[in-house]
């Protein structure tokens, strides 16, 4: 739970960066540098539901908190719709739920996850 700590230990006055590789950023020091693991998400590419499934079951197995996000809420029914299809469980929700599949409305450019934290990103460009 590395990186969720880091952001629960935030203070509001701090700044935080991330960086894929530990530097200076000119004359700036530094209170404390963390190292948090991450993985690039997998481009599904349409039709592949299948490969979707064995993630999702991996993802379920390790009770990991997975968020799909899609551009709107039309497109989340039908997404939830498609899981649904190949026996995915996933809900739709507006907060973010410990531990399950869910499908939320927003917006990120890729997906990503934290294994470390058993923590998700999924964009609808990388699932369905």
Do not use: C, Y
């Not at 908190?65 to 709107?72: Q, R």
């Not at 039908?78 to 409305?105: C, R």
């Amino acid at each position: 739970m590395k990186g969720r700590k880091v952001l629960k230990d935030l203070d509001a006055t701090k700044n935080l960066f991330f960086s894929l590789f530990q530097k200076g950023l000119g004359r700036l020091t530094f209170e404390a540098i963390h190292n948090i693991q991450e993985r690039s998400m997998t481009q599904f590419l349409s039709r592949k539901m299948p490969m979707v499934k064995v993630e999702a079951d991996r993802w379920a197995k390790q009770k990991a908190t997975v968020i799909v996000v899609v551009d709107h809420l039309t497109r989340a029914s039908k997404v939830e719709q498609t899981f649904h299809d190949f026996d995915i469980p996933a809900i739709i929700t507006k907060e973010v739920q410990e531990g399950i599949l869910q499908i939320m409305v927003g917006s990120f450019s890729h997906g990503f996850e934290l294994p470390q934290d058993k923590f998700v990103i999924v964009t609808e460009k990388g699932a369905v």
